[in-house]
């Protein structure tokens, strides 16, 4: 009877470390929903709305607003693929790796690049947009800058950029510029230009795109090969952010990215900037 009891308990036992090891093992869309973590504050990438202009935006959690752009196309095709529902939240750039890493989050997709950095904290899938091979200066146009031709003809620029960011390093670049605070997102630096606080920052050639053609102020100022940034593949590169330990998640998503053609993600960029702009 003893014996018997003993394997009772130590049946119930079994039961319960097996049941607690399958939550633990849990993966991050096994509840049906893959949760995106954005900024919504980087067209043509991702923005929000207050009402639901196109048939991409999506709502953001927690919010009465909406999301929309280029990454929540790519969320959303993500999603489907999975099989699962999608969920934006809106984040600040500082606190998305966070969010991911504290499980907050299963994916970010924001327009980060892929760098060498942020590899030592979280793993990216293969680049789902490649910009042009060209980081830009975006000045008020009615700069002693704007016939700038190189990244040398700035010296005595108040420069700033994007806190956190590949841009925020390339101010290193431009010899003789007054390096200005970073800003928290577009829309600071884009007010900061318009306030006289600061010449111009630096973007990629989309975000500059839309930030200009929706402020008449703002001229954009592109670099022939050799004038420019000094750049690595990564840096002109989009990736899906995870966590490293979600291998399976990542190569379902290489794989799904795999079925998208350079030519589709290109028009699909161009189609962004132009919503973005209106």
Known sequence: MRKVLIALILGVVTLTVAACGSQD?????????????MECAYAP???????????????????????????????QLIADELGVELSVKALDWSGIIPAL???????????????????????????????????????????AFTNATSI???????????????QERLIEQMTGVLTQDPKKDYPTLVGA????????????????????????????????SGNGFTLADADVASSVGLRK???????????????????TRNEWMNSFVNLSSN
Do not use: H
């Open 45 to 75: 990438y991702n923005w929000t709305t207050v009402e639901k202009e196109s048939d991409t935006a999506v709502k953001i959690d927690g919010q009465n607003q909406y999301c929309d752009g280029y990454d929540v196309k790519i969320a």
């Open 101 to 143: 890493t504290s499980n907050e989050i299963d994916v970010i997709i924001a327009g980060m690049s892929p760098t060498e950095d942020r590899k030592q904290t979280i793993a990216f899938s293969d680049p789902y947009f490649r910009s042009e091979e060209v980081q830009v200066v975006v000045v008020d146009s009615d700069s």
């Open 245 to 263: 330990e979600d291998t399976e998640l990542r190569d379902e998503i290489n794989r799904i990215l795999a079925g998208i053609s350079d030519e």
């Open 25 to 37: 093992e849990q993966g991050p869309i096994d509840d049906g929903v893959l949760t995106v973590g």
């Open 152 to 166: 040398t003809d700035f010296a005595g620029a108040a420069i700033s950029a994007q806190k956190d960011t590949l």
């Open 193 to 224: 230009v318009d306030a006289g606080e600061i010449d111009g920052f630096i973007a990629e050639l989309p975000v500059a795109q839309q930030q200009a053609s929706t402020n008449s102020f703002l001229t954009i100022i592109q670099f022939e």
